[in-house]
C-alpha cells in the first residue's frame, strides 16, 4: 500500500527558526495531507494539496508538491514552542465513485521548538 | 457541536476479555474509520466504514470487529484481547473523503 514517509524523524529548532519537513510517498495518489498531534491528543488537520497543485498556503504553513518526485514538504515560518507537536503526511488513495476513500499515514516527525 | 467523541478514554483489560470501544460524531459525516497507533509504526488502519450499515477491513483487521448501525456511531469490538493490541485507537470521520477529524483516542493496555 502505498505510504508517505516523512524526513527527518525529528527536528529540534529554536523559536523563530523555520522549520522544514519532507514525505515521500510510493504510488499516484489523488491528494497529500499534512496533520498535527500534540502529545496524547488526537490528530488535527492542517492542510490538503491535491494531486494538480504545486503549492498551497495557509497562515505561516506553507506546503508543497512535487508528483514527478512522488514528494511533499511542510514549511512551518517563524516557529512558535506552541508548533511542537508531531506532523504526518497521510496520502489519499483515490476516490473511486464516493465509495472508497482511505488514507495512509507515515510514521510521523517529531518537532521541538525550544523557546 | 462535540466533533468526534470516543469512550472510554482509558482501560485495561486482561488477556482474552472482551470490550467495546464507541466513536460518536455529531457532523453528519458519511465515513468513519478506526486507527491504531504504536509507537514507532504511525497510524494504521483498523476498520472504516462509508455509509451506514456498511463496514471494510483496513490494513490490520484482524481481531477486531466492528459495526455502523447508526450513521453517527462506529463501534470497535475486540473479542478475546491480546496483548498485541495494548495501543492508543483513534476513531475520525469524514465528510465524503478529504479532510479526517479525529477523537482524543482510548488508550488501552491489554495484561
Known amino acids: 500500500s502505498q505510504q508517505g514517509e516523512e524526513d527527518p524523524q525529528a527536528l529540534s529548532i529554536q523559536e523563530g527558526e523555520n522549520a522544514t519537513m519532507n514525505c515521500s510517498y510510493k504510488t499516484s495518489i489523488n491528494n497529500l495531507q499534512w496533520y498535527r498531534q500534540n502529545s496524547g491528543r488526537g490528530l488535527v488537520h492542517l492542510i490538503l494539496?491535491?494531486?494538480?497543485?504545486r503549492e498551497k498556503h495557509s497562515g505561516r504553513l506553507r506546503v508543497t508538491l512535487d508528483t514527478s518526485k512522488k514528494s511533499s514538504s511542510l514549511l512551518i515560518t517563524a516557529s512558535r514552542a506552541a508548533d511542537t507537536a508531531s506532523y504526518f503526511c497521510?496520502?489519499?488513495?483515490?476516490?473511486?465513485?464516493?465509495?472508497?476513500?482511505?488514507?495512509?499515514f507515515g510514521k510521523g516527525t517529531l518537532l521541538t521548538v525550544n523557546p | 457541536n462535540a466533533g468526534v467523541t470516543q469512550t472510554p478514554k482509558f482501560r485495561v483489560l486482561k488477556t482474552g476479555q472482551s470490550m467495546t470501544l464507541l466513536c460518536a460524531q455529531d457532523m453528519n459525516h458519511e465515513y468513519m474509520y478506526w486507527y491504531r497507533q504504536d509507537p514507532g509504526m504511525g497510524l494504521r488502519l483498523i476498520h472504516y466504514?462509508?455509509?451506514?450499515?456498511?463496514?471494510a477491513k483496513g490494513e490490520v483487521p484482524d481481531g477486531y470487529n466492528v459495526s455502523r448501525l447508526k450513521k453517527q456511531n462506529f463501534l470497535l469490538g475486540l473479542e478475546s484481547a491480546a496483548p498485541s493490541q495494548t495501543s492508543v485507537y483513534f476513531c475520525?470521520?469524514?465528510?465524503?473523503?478529504?479532510?479526517?477529524?479525529f477523537g482524543p483516542g482510548t488508550r488501552l493496555t491489554v495484561l
Open positions: 475520525a470521520s469524514s465528510l465524503k473523503g478529504g479532510t479526517q477529524y
Open positions: 466504514s462509508v455509509g451506514e450499515g456498511t463496514t
Open positions: 497521510a496520502t489519499g488513495d483515490g476516490y473511486s465513485g464516493g465509495s472508497n476513500y482511505k488514507l495512509t
Open positions: 494539496i491535491r494531486s494538480n497543485e
